[in-house]
C-alpha cells in the first residue's frame, strides 16, 4: 500500500520561503506521478504543482509558476516542493498525492493515494 508523509508546512511571513516534502512509501512500480494540491478554506482543493517518477515531467499552475520548485532526492523517494516568494494567498493546508495513471495533472481525481496535509501559513 503506498503511503505518503508530508512535512515542513509552517508559518512565514510574506516574501519568505517554506519547503515542503512528501516521503512516499510503498510503490508497485516506477511508473507513478506526484502531484502537490492545496486547499484553502472555502475554497476547492487546486493543483500546485506535478512530478512523473517514469518522466521526469514537471508541471505547475499558472499561482505559482517562477516561485515554486518541485524536485526530488537521489532516491526519488522523496518529492520536496521549495516555495519562494510566499504570499498570503498561498496560504492553505497543502497535500501530495500519488497515482499511476496521471492523464490530467491537476485533477484530484486521477491520484490514488493522499497524504495527510500539511498547514502553511503566510502573514502579511
Known amino acids: 500500500e503506498v503511503q505518503l508523509v508530508e512535512s515542513g508546512g509552517g508559518l512565514v511571513q510574506a516574501g519568505g520561503s517554506l519547503k515542503l516534502s512528501c516521503a512516499g512509501s510503498?510503490?508497485?512500480?516506477?511508473?507513478?506521478?506526484i502531484g502537490w494540491f492545496r486547499q484553502a478554506p472555502g475554497k476547492e482543493r487546486e493543483g500546485v504543482s506535478y512530478?512523473?517518477?517514469?518522466?521526469?515531467?514537471?508541471y505547475y499552475a499558472d499561482s505559482v509558476k517562477g516561485r515554486f520548485a518541485i524536485s526530488s532526492d537521489d532516491a526519488e523517494t522523496t518529492v520536496y516542493l521549495q516555495m519562494n516568494n510566499l504570499k498570503p494567498e498561498d496560504t492553505a493546508v497543502y497535500f501530495c498525492?500519488?497515482?499511476?495513471?496521471?492523464?490530467?495533472?491537476?485533477?484530484?481525481?486521477?491520484?490514488?493515494?493522499w497524504g495527510q496535509g500539511t498547514q502553511v501559513t503566510v502573514s502579511s
Open positions: 498525492a500519488a497515482g499511476y495513471s496521471v492523464l490530467v495533472w491537476a485533477d484530484q481525481d486521477e491520484y490514488d493515494y
Open positions: 512530478w512523473s517518477r517514469f518522466h521526469g515531467t514537471t
Open positions: 510503498g510503490f508497485r512500480s516506477d511508473a507513478y506521478a
